[in-house]
């Protein structure tokens, strides 16, 4: 079993960035699959970017050119840096890990989870 823990979180001014990290209990391995979400209260969670074990990523339209996936294998963790946040990026972010065979990231189809940490942007 592997525990995911997000932290980074906090409230920033529109514009501001913030530097969510996931840190994994062990070592996964050096090409596993992960990604980032969010979900806001009252919307559906929301995938945000993921990089394969190949080290190729994708980002959502809503957040491609603002945030960047990033993973450092020797430390065990997974990095999302976010730029010119905007009120509307408002939400819990978790990180994920391991795509289920078959699954797609879109869907959040990842075997682990984080508990989450919370990001709130104040215009």
């Known amino acids: 079993q592997v525990q995911l823990v997000e932290s980074g979180g906090g409230s920033v001014q529109a514009g501001g960035s913030l530097r969510l990290s996931c840190v994994a209990s062990?070592?996964?391995?050096?090409?596993?699959?992960m990604g980032w979400f969010r979900q806001a209260p009252g919307k559906e969670r929301e995938g945000l970017a993921t990089?394969?074990?190949?080290?190729?990523?994708y980002y959502a339209d809503s957040v491609k050119g603002r945030f960047t996936i990033s993973q450092d294998n020797a430390k065990n963790t997974l990095y999302l840096q976010m730029n010119g946040l905007k009120p509307e990026d408002t939400a819990m972010y978790y990180c994920?890990?391991?795509?289920?065979?078959?699954?797609?990231?879109?869907?959040?189809?990842?075997?682990?989870w984080g508990q989450g940490t919370q990001v709130t942007v104040s215009s």
């Open positions: 990089i394969l074990g190949s080290g190729s990523t």
């Open positions: 994920a890990a391991l795509l289920i065979s078959g699954g797609t990231w879109e869907k959040g189809d990842f075997r682990y």
């Open positions: 062990r070592y996964i391995g050096s090409r596993v699959s």
